[in-house]
């Protein structure tokens, strides 16, 4: 297997993705445009992070994201849509050296400890029914209705159902599948569960903990067949980190003293 290309490498890729995407772009899209610019072999994009539930490829392209933000060379919407900002670009236009990226890397190297924390307890605390549960919670909390969970009825691979709305108006059934995993989901496994949707619903929700493989991503959204929507595992930590369940965000507070307004009253 060819050795994985080193974090520096990605810099370049990553803003000519977004500028090829018309200046703009989802991580899915910017993950997908970068891949077709360095024409990764999918034995490369297939492999897993050692301390995470990401592939080493997602991984490192989220890092390079947040560390072009970091810099103001890229923004991030509250949609999690990415875009060209206006910082300094000269350290990444070509490879960034490994300096520059450790250096960067360094101030933000801790910043996903809670994320394994929730992949921890859910894989090894948390039971399949309720695993379950909590995704049923979550799907309510996101607008979803009508939300039952099916659990282990035989019903084919389905481990729920519920009826999504869009603006209040337009609503869609869907059909959902939960996940433990410490692996890599597979194509198969999509396959499977597309296999289950056949006459039920023409959408379907596919939930991890851990991630999928490339050709998973590739058969949810093959072309002719009823689409299949993936959460892994670090989505669906973002998910409850957004919905405030089981994780709280501490605002911490910052005083800082101007001496020089004080010094002001001197001159009166």
Not at 7 to 36: C, H, M, W, Y
Request: proline share 2%.
């Amino acid at each position: 297997m060819e050795k994985f290309p080193k974090r520096e490498t990605f810099f370049s890729p990553v803003l000519q993705a977004i500028r090829e995407l018309g200046g703009s772009g989802t991580n899915e899209e910017i993950n997908d445009k970068v891949i077709e610019i360095l024409a990764l072999p999918a034995e490369l994009l297939n492999v897993m992070h050692r301390d995470t539930t990401q592939t080493k490829f997602e991984y490192e392209l989220a890092w390079v994201r947040t560390m072009l933000k970091n810099k103001g060379v890229l923004l991030n919407s509250q949609r999690g849509v990415w875009s060209l900002g206006t910082g300094d670009t000269s350290h990444f236009v070509t490879t960034a050296s490994p300096k520059v990226a450790q250096k960067i890397g360094a101030e933000l190297e801790s910043g996903d400890d809670w994320k394994k924390r929730i992949n921890e307890i859910l894989v090894k605390h948390l039971s399949a029914p309720a695993f379950e549960r909590l995704i049923q919670r979550m799907l309510r909390e996101k607008g979803f209705t009508q939300v039952i969970v099916t659990g282990r009825s035989g019903d084919g691979g389905i481990d729920g159902r519920g009826i999504a709305k869009i603006n209040g108006i337009l609503s869609f059934h869907i059909v959902f599948q939960c996940k433990r995993y410490t692996g890599s989901v597979s194509a198969k496994e999509i396959r499977d569960f597309r296999g289950a949707m056949v006459g039920r619903t023409d959408k379907g929700l596919f939930i991890t903990t851990s991630s999928y493989t490339r050709q998973a991503i590739d058969e949810a959204t093959r072309d002719g067949a009823p689409a299949i929507d993936l959460i892994d595992g670090d989505k669906l930590a973002e998910k409850l980190k957004e919905l405030h369940l089981g994780v709280a965000v501490e605002v911490k507070e910052h005083v800082s003293v101007d001496e020089d307004w004080f010094k002001n009253f001197e001159s009166l």
